[in-house]
């Protein structure tokens, strides 16, 4: 049977191995030379050729520079969201599978639905993730149908004159466009729904241990009842070591929030930097072009998945940090009160533990919370009314 991350993230796992994102159990030298020539080959000199346009191009617009300054904060986010696989594969691995521990497997159906409805969240928002990069890129693919005086769909700085070049050159140059934009833009589409799902998981796990904690007692009442045996530990000892067991579940995730934060901190962050840059870049955009053109639909579909990428790190860091704030809670709504002092004490030791919510850092600087979505709209539209104010000095 299928672990859980497996039934999550069936299609992102299967991309990251297609993207050499995914470090194999066999192979791994021959798999890491295959991932960096990958990596260098489609990822890094796109935003090169971006930068030396913008250098060596003479009399450059404020149109032009815009586009190629949104489209190279997009390439630059993609080469330091795609480099932690590279330099770091093996434990990111690790943190993907860290719920696929026998430790985490459970019996009791309500458990079950948690993790299902888990498993079903993951599945929806990578799918439609997926649908939404598809149609931004799509649409990004096709803009030399509509960019008057341009055949390719970002401006780079190439070796040879567009306008006097053989047709195939200009065939090639735009089939290897497509194919580094398609391959940082699909890697970095299902990694997104990856990392965030996983701090979903882990919120799964909370919920979990509060339910436990929540009816400790009756689940011991009804295993005692349930039990005739002569072995049977009493009702007291019963308790105790669930709450042990509850003491190193809690301990797990914890771990756990450390190691996903020390492999995605840098993925995220680079996300919410460019985030802004190009959410800035995509409103200006949007009053510079056309209504009914394809570039008005391009950036409408890169704005709405650029905000859909922030938000889903900012909403799960939320939920997991607002699930972990309310441990305390559920343990105070269970019958404590019919414990013994062995296990109160147990119990008082968790919630001292649990005092301190669970909070995903991003770089080491901002949280990744809806707060920190909040700031990214904010420093956009500082951003935004700074370029409107020099485009108009401009013209």
């Known amino acids: 049977m299928p672990s859980i991350i497996q039934q999550s993230f069936p299609v992102n796992l299967q991309a990251m191995r297609f993207f050499f994102l995914y470090p194999p159990d066999k192979y791994k030298t021959l798999y890491r030379i295959h991932t960096y020539i990958v990596y260098f080959l489609f990822v890094v000199p796109i935003p090169v050729l971006q930068c030396l346009y913008l250098v060596f191009q003479e009399d450059l617009h404020f149109t032009q520079f815009a586009d190629s300054v949104f489209l190279l904060a997009e390439m630059v986010c993609f080469v330091l969201k795609l480099y932690p696989f590279l330099n770091n594969g093996e434990r990111i691995k690790k943190c993907i599978h860290y719920f696929d521990s026998a430790i985490f497997e459970v019996e009791r159906n309500t458990d079950q639905e948690i993790l299902q409805h888990c498993i079903n969240m993951c599945r ?6 997926l649908a939404a990069v598809t149609g931004a890129f799509i649409s990004w693919s096709t803009r030399p149908i509509s960019w ?6 970002t401006n780079v700085w190439l070796p040879f004159d567009v306008k006097t070049a053989p047709k ?4 090639y140059t735009y089939i290897y466009i497509l194919i580094a934009a398609g391959y940082g833009a699909y890697s970095s589409g299902l990694i997104d729904p990856l990392i965030a799902g996983l701090a979903y998981q882990a919120t799964c796990q909370i919920k979990i241990l509060k339910h436990t904690l929540q009816f400790l007692g009756e689940q011991v009442k009804y295993e005692v009842a349930e039990n005739t045996k002569l072995d049977t530990p009493s009702e007291n000892k019963l308790m105790y ?7 190193i579940h809690h301990n797990l995730i914890l771990e756990f929030v450390k190691e996903y934060e020390y492999c995605f901190s840098q993925i995220a962050f680079s996300q ?4 802004v840059v190009v959410l800035c870049v995509s409103c200006l955009q949007l009053t510079l072009v056309d209504l009914l053109s394809l570039d008005f639909l391009a950036m409408v579909m890169y704005l709405i998945t650029m905000l859909t990428e922030s938000y889903l790190y900012c909403h799960f860091g939320t939920v997991l940090y607002e699930e972990s704030n309310t441990i305390t809670d559920a343990i105070y709504l269970g019958k404590w009160y019919e414990y013994d002092i062995r296990c109160r004490k147990a119990l008082i030791v ?7 919510p ?7 600087i901002v949280d990744m919370s809806l707060d920190t979505f909040a700031t990214i709209l904010r420093r956009s539209y500082s951003l935004l009314a700074v370029l409107q104010n020099f485009n108009i000095e401009l013209n």
């Not at 968790?350 to 301190?356: C, V």
Request: proline letters at 2%; a positive charge; charged letters at 30%.
């Open 124 to 129: 929806r928002i990578s799918m439609l993730f």
């Open 148 to 153: 008057k005086d341009h055949v390719f769909p």
């Open 168 to 171: 195939s050159y200009i065939t």
């Open 241 to 247: 070591e669930k709450i042990r067991k509850c003491v």
């Open 272 to 275: 919410f930097v460019a985030g």
């Open 350 to 356: 968790l919630m001292e533990r649990a005092k301190k």
């Open 358 to 364: 669970m909070i995903i850092t991003c770089g080491k």
